[in-house]
């Protein structure tokens, strides 16, 4: 099997490969080559092929027909506060990159079996304005550009497995902690700040008040799910998209958390500073209707402690995800 992860130099896409080289195999299929993808790699574990550049860029695309993937896994992509403030990168890196590369794999394949692409979606597609519970049948209405791309991306990586050029899996993201300290783009970054904060005994001022919801998972816990994703059977689902299980937290929750779990006292390293729009959008997400993703082995990372140790945890540690 030959397996390629976009985005490898990001956030998740760091741990979706860890975890992969760790593994060694992918449904039981052993990876004969592991491959790694972006416009900057640092250093990478022992065999990995690395392809950097511009993932929209001819000469990329060229190396990535050239290695014919039997499994994709696409996380590259400009992040959401950054994609609102710049449409037109996000047209050309969420957009138009993603469906060139989705085309790059469909036409390098020679068997009678299509590449497999799962694809790192968003919540974001639901957008703000939520029912009393997120269900699959909830209207899918996102509000920002980084949403809409991501939804197009869903709807056509359905559309090319419909017509069997793809076997495409859409995995819709939720906040996921704890990124590192350096600037994301992303409004939801004092959710991983929060992480880092409380447990060096620092201050932190929130733009939520105590009590906003969210929906949480480490990274280490997503790229467990999105490695499991690619051994789905899709079944007839036209759609091939599911939200991931979630844990569904207050910040109050968290710190209580994090307060327990590192021997600090959280509240009073917390400030809440709410911001109506950054709460209205990361502060009141209703309960979740997961009931299928878990239905298909997909795992939320079981209890607010069990979140705040796994999302400290980096990603090349070998203990278990």
């Known amino acids: ?16 490969l860890a975890l992969l080289h760790r593994q060694g195999q992918v449904g039981g299929r052993r990876i004969a080559v592991l491959a790694a993808a972006d416009q900057r790699l640092g250093a990478l574990p022992a065999g990995v092929v690395a392809l950097e550049g511009d993932l929209g860029s001819a000469d990329v695309l060229t190396r990535i027909a050239a290695l014919a993937p039997d499994v994709c896994f696409h996380l590259a992509a400009v992040s959401g506060g950054a994609a609102e403030a710049d449409p037109a990168l996000s047209r050309r890196v969420n957009l138009d ?7 790059t794999l469909a036409d390098a394949c020679t068997g009678s079996t299509p590449p497999m692409v799962v694809y790192a979606s968003t919540i974001a597609v639901y957008g703000s304005a939520l029912p009393d519970v997120v269900t699959p049948h909830t209207p899918l209405r996102p509000p920002l550009v980084y949403g809409a791309h991501k939804l ?20 819709r993201l939720p906040g996921i902690v704890a990124r590192p300290r350096a600037p994301s783009g992303l409004v939801s970054a004092f959710m991983s700040e ?50 991931l299980p979630v844990l569904r937290l207050s910040m109050d929750e968290v710190v209580q958390a994090l307060s327990a779990e590192f021997g600090v006292d959280g ?32 795992r939320d990372d079981g209890d607010a402690r069990a979140l705040v ?12 995800f």
């Open 152 to 171: 197009a991306c869903e709807v056509l990586l359905a559309d090319l497995s419909r017509r069997g050029r793809l076997d495409g899996r859409s995995l």
């Open 194 to 243: 929060l992480l880092h904060a409380l447990p060096a005994g620092e201050p932190v001022t929130l733009p939520v008040g105590p009590q906003a919801t969210a929906w949480w998972m480490s990274a280490r816990r997503c790229a467990w799910n999105l490695v499991h994703a690619a051994t789905l059977p899709v079944g007839d689902d036209p759609a091939r998209a599911w939200p």
């Open 1 to 16: 099997m030959r397996v390629l992860v976009t985005g490898a130099g990001g956030f998740i896409g760091a741990h979706v």
């Open 267 to 298: 509240p009073a390293l917390v400030r809440h500073a709410p911001q109506p729009d950054v709460e209205a959008v990361f502060g009141r997400y209703p309960p979740l209707d997961d009931r299928i993703s878990r239905a298909l082995g997909l």
């Open 97 to 103: 990159a993603t469906l060139d590369l989705f085309d």
């Open 309 to 320: 140790r796994r999302a400290l945890t980096p990603a090349g540690d070998p203990d278990e």
